[in-house]
């Protein structure tokens, strides 16, 4: 039996970059060689896109890791290593994405196509050949392959549906998707039958195809998480409209009229917006009721009796709600980065660079390599490395970190 997972942790690790090659052109009878060192290749990003044919997050509840391949190392003759292709992870539609360790949201992935680059790779090393200058004839170094970013994520799925049904256990949501679609949920007569979300395609005729979720029953106190409550709300929130259905059966906990103020209550506490969302009301399993005052719409699953009317219904407010949200384009989700180099003082006392490009400039060299050591001086002062240390008050003695490299602080 298939199982619906609706919540993971995800380790992505994109690929290294390979590294510059360090060689010189010698050949006979040519006076004048030099250096002829390949780059290497980029390794290959980690993007993670929605896709509206994936159903859960199952595929990693067991296999949390994923990898993507290495660029290849340079070599002589200006040959450049070859890049590697970007990795594609799968998504469903409706995946939040969160740093596992510091629960900040970093992407929000709503419709097929929206994609977010999760890991950057790292870039290919620059072979000795792209560093001959007037000053430097014959550059004996060149940059390694830089490491590919990894983190840990957690994934959360919240459906997204064209209706919700909301009730208590046991109010008939079950047997009402099975009628009114193809799902084919478990149903019984015991509470919490339903454990995890079902989704249904209703066809009624001359109307347009729409998306029933049936959500496991929503019980007093669920919006403070009760009864899993908040794993079940969560998936109630993208819904474009709600289906309350109330137990008419003599057998139910509370009247229809109190079922319909605690789900409302639970509702509200959760997301007060959710107390605004269209939505359709009505008795549930009146084939079993007993005279029981409701004043609305009633259905039985069973008998079939109110189906056809609630279906209608429904789409109705589903076509009004389509009509009223404008296209939206397929989204690629960007984080910008600072434009300025960023300086910070580190928990141990440390001034530490965090730049991204100017930690790459130190990573990728060989810090034993004099040639190599001031190429890097060089470097950072045209990125304005000593300007932000300056700026962020940074005074001689002081100890500075980038990358794996780490300084007293002088002055100019």
């Known amino acids: 039996m298939s199982q619906f997972v609706d919540e993971c942790g995800l380790n992505l690790r994109a690929g290294d970059g390979g590294a510059g090659s360090v060689s010189f ?204 409550g908040h794993q079940f709300l969560r998936h109630i929130e993208r819904a474009r409209v709600l289906l309350v259905m109330l137990d008419l059966a003599p057998t139910a906990d509370h009247p229809p009229q109190e079922q319909l103020r605690i789900l409302e209550q639970e509702l509200g506490n959760y997301r007060e917006e959710l107390l605004t969302r269209p939505r359709v009301v009505v008795g549930s399993r009146s084939d079993v009721t007993e005279d029981q005052e409701f004043d609305g719409m009633k259905l039985s699953s069973f008998t079939g009796e109110g189906l056809e009317q609630v279906v209608h219904q429904l789409a109705d407010l589903v076509e009004e709600v389509r009509n009223a949200i404008p296209e939206r384009p397929t989204r690629i989700v960007h984080h910008p980065e600072p434009e300025d180099v960023q300086v910070e003082r580190s928990q141990d006392g440390i001034w530490e660079v965090t730049d991204r490009d100017v930690i790459r400039t130190v990573n990728l060299n060989d810090l034993t390599n004099p040639d190599a050591l001031d190429y890097i001086h060089s470097r950072l002062k045209s990125m304005g490395v000593d300007r932000a240390l300056h700026r962020a008050g940074v005074k001689d003695g002081e100890t500075v970190r980038i990358g794996r490299l780490e300084f007293d602080y002088e002055s100019e």
């Open 25 to 228: 052109r010698r050949e006979a009878h040519v006076p004048k060689g030099g250096p002829d060192g390949g780059d290497g290749g980029d390794g290959g990003n980690i993007w993670l896109e929605a896709d509206h044919n994936v159903a859960s997050l199952l595929s990693f509840r067991d296999h949390p890791h994923r990898k993507a391949e290495n660029g290849t190392h340079g070599s002589g003759a200006k040959r450049h290593g070859k890049s590697a292709e970007d990795l594609i992870v799968k998504v469903p539609e409706g995946t939040t994405i969160y740093d596992l360790y510091t629960e900040e949201l970093l992407a929000d992935l709503v419709g097929n196509g929206d994609k977010w680059l999760a890991v950057r790779a790292g870039r290919g090393g620059r072979g000795n050949a792209k560093f001959l200058s007037n000053r430097r004839r014959a550059p004996a170094f060149a940059e390694q392959g830089e490491e590919g970013e990894e983190r840990w994520l957690r994934l959360e799925l919240k459906l997204l549906a064209d209706v919700a049904l909301v009730g208590f256990p046991n109010a008939g949501k079950s047997t009402l998707i099975s009628r009114i679609s193809a799902a084919k949920p478990r149903i019984a007569d015991y509470p919490f039958t339903t454990l995890e979300p079902n989704l249904g395609v209703v066809r009624a005729k001359g109307r347009t195809d729409f998306i029933v979720a049936d959500i496991p029953g929503l019980i007093e106190g669920a919006s403070t998480g009760k009864g899993l």
